[in-house]
Nanobody, 115 residues
């Protein structure tokens, strides 16, 4: 089993930056894929970024050129660097880990971008 703990959310003005962290309870070298979703009230979760064990990353159109996902295997942590934030980025952000065909989730962290 994998436990994930997100941190780094908060309130930021439009145009600002935040870095979200997702710390795993096990070595992330053994985890095939990590990703970040976000969700706003009344909407489905949106996949915005993912990275595999070869450090190949993919992004939703809404995140391209502004967000960067990365892994630090020495810290068992995955990061989401978010730049040039917009009010529409306001959401709860969740990280997930795909390990042995099971998707594990963190508890979420709130990101609020003020205009």
């Amino acid at each position: 089993q994998v436990q994930l703990v997100e941190s780094g959310g908060g309130l930021v003005q439009a145009g600002g930056s935040l870095r979200l962290s997702c710390s795993a309870s096990t070595s992330i070298s053994s985890i095939s894929t990590f990703g970040w979703y976000r969700q706003t009230p009344g909407k489905q979760r949106e996949l915005i970024a993912a990275i595999n064990s070869d450090d190949i990353a993919g992004y939703a159109d809404s995140a391209k050129d502004r967000f960067t996902i990365s892994r630090d295997t020495t810290k068992n942590t995955v990061f989401l660097q978010m730049n040039t934030l917009k009010p529409e980025d306001t959401a709860v952000y969740y990280c997930y880990a795909l390990w042995r065909s099971i998707k594990y989730w963190g508890q979420g962290t709130q990101v609020t971008v003020s205009s």
